[in-house]
């Protein structure tokens, strides 16, 4: 006959056991709940799986919860760099464009009245002065980089083709790519610079327009 001991020792172990059940299928319960499932284009094909191979990273891809099948997400393709150059490029533009509304805001008629001096009034204008310029700095920078990248990749094929060896693929596809990116960044210097006179030009007219209220006499320029 087993020890009334063990047998205390025995129900309570089956005691715990059972009161941990609830917690154990909660637990995993939870963990279903956040499996994913992840599905993706490769090769005209939609394939679908619950782990995400190497080469699926970079892809757009839709996710959905494994136990309910609702899509829960999803995630858009990894940019080239031919269009993180054109993101930066529209985000420089609204930051741009958000500090040119800032200034125009401030340089109403009212406000006019209230600054002392022509140098109180350019001091509005420094904040958007300084994106500009850091923008054009930046532009002319990628230009000179690009076309000194560039110009040591076509001075490599051909020396290539002058020695009569092939002009491998990845050189020639090294070259396209530089390219388009050269003239991308050399279309965005022009944006940049043309942002810079016209922003000469409207300060020279909100200038004007100050001294006109002033009663100053207009300046030379």
């Known amino acids: 006959m087993m020890p009334k001991q063990t047998r205390l020792a025995m129900l309570g172990i089956a005691a715990l056991t059972i009161l941990a059940l609830p917690a154990m299928a909660a637990q995993t319960d939870q963990q279903a709940t956040k499996k994913k499932l992840y599905c993706w284009d490769q090769g005209g094909q939609r394939i679908c799986s619950d782990t995400l191979p190497s080469e699926a990273v970079n892809q757009a891809r839709d996710e959905f919860n494994a136990r309910s099948?609702?899509?829960s997400g999803g995630v858009g393709r990894a940019l080239n760099a031919e269009e993180r150059a054109a993101?930066?490029?529209e985000q420089a533009q609204l930051q741009a464009d958000q500090a040119a509304l800032e200034t125009r805001k401030r340089t109403d008629q009212a406000m006019l009245l209230s600054f002392q001096s022509e140098e109180d009034l350019r001091r509005v204008f420094n904040e958007r002065t300084n994106?500009?310029?850091n923008n054009v700095r930046?532009?002319?920078y990628n230009v000179a980089s690009l076309r000194e990248g560039l110009v040591s990749l076509l001075r490599l094929a051909s020396d290539r083709d002058l020695a009569g060896q092939k002009v491998p693929d990845k050189i020639a596809a090294d070259i396209q790519q530089r390219h388009r990116e050269l003239l991308w960044q050399q279309r965005l210097q022009v944006s940049f610079e043309q942002q810079r006179a016209d922003l000469d030009g409207e300060i020279e007219q909100i200038l004007q327009r100050y001294r006109a209220v002033k009663g100053m006499p207009p300046s030379a320029g």
């Open 131 to 133: 994106i500009v310029d």
């Open 87 to 89: 993101a930066a490029a």
């Open 138 to 140: 930046t532009a002319r």
């Open 69 to 71: 099948g609702t899509r």
